[in-house]
């Protein structure tokens, strides 16, 4: 029994750091544009082609960037933690 609440209690340690870890990530990008946008906005409003200035650019980034994230969070949950949570549970 002993044994079995350690890895639970190591699994959810894990758990957390891999989701602190895409926390921290998914915080450093999007302020870092907020700021970019706040701080530098020739650079922002900078235009790469008619119609597409760096701004929007980096913004879609941010969005493809959180879905990515949101993706690799899922991806492990399902391979790594619920695999492992389900062999506690037996």
């Given at each position: ?9 190591q ?5 957390l ?68 949570l ?5």
């Amino acid at each position: 029994m002993t044994d079995r609440h350690e890895r639970l209690r190591q699994l959810a340690a894990r758990r957390l750091r891999f989701a602190s870890v895409l926390t921290g990530a998914m915080i450093v990008l999007y302020f870092g544009f907020i700021l970019s946008i706040a701080f530098n906005k020739e650079l922002m409003g900078r235009l790469l082609r008619p119609g597409l200035s760096l701004g929007i650019l980096a913004g879609a980034v941010v969005i493809v960037a959180s879905w990515l994230m949101t993706w690799v969070y899922i991806r492990w949950a399902n391979n790594t933690y619920d695999r492992e949570l389900a062999e506690l549970q037996q």
